[in-house]
């Protein structure tokens, strides 16, 4: 069953070319490099719904579907998983095409990240409360 992209009204958080820089000899991209790709996405993300700085605190297990080759277009879709008092959990998922006319995009990984508000001084933050929030 083919996967559908995921339905985001602004399109991907991230999009970005996968480099030979990135590359181990085999010429597939290091997971840590999409890691920190969906760590970008999902900071972004979260520093938004949280209107100010966050820090990464948590990474559910994450699962590789697919290799990412060099010269990928990769693309992160974010959304919020849960919002606390101080915390943001997003569910990043990443996408990749290969190069090539007609070549669809494919999911490759997908994890929830959890960020923690952070004032000036690196100490948590209360998160402004989303009027709509909770509501269905």
């Known amino acids: 069953m083919a ?19 990135d590359a181990n000899a085999g010429g597939d991209i290091f997971g840590g490099w999409t ?5 970008l996405a999902g900071g972004g993300f979260a520093a938004e719904r949280a209107q100010g700085r966050v820090a990464t605190v948590g990474i559910e297990a994450m699962r590789f579907l697919r290799p990412v080759s060099v010269g990928d ?15 943001v959990a997003v569910k990043v998922e990443t996408w990749a095409r290969g190069r090539g006319q007609g070549r669809r995009p494919e999911k490759v ?26 509501r269905g």
């Open 109 to 134: 990984t997908e994890g929830v990240f959890t960020f923690v508000a952070i004032d000036d001084e690196g100490h948590p933050r209360a998160i402004p409360k989303e009027e709509d929030e909770g």
């Open 3 to 21: 996967q559908e992209l995921p339905d985001q009204p602004g399109g991907p958080q991230l999009r970005t070319i996968a480099m030979p820089r």
């Open 35 to 39: 890691l920190s790709q969906m760590d």
């Open 73 to 87: 277009e990769v693309s992160c879709y974010c959304s919020l998983d849960h919002a606390g008092e101080t915390s």
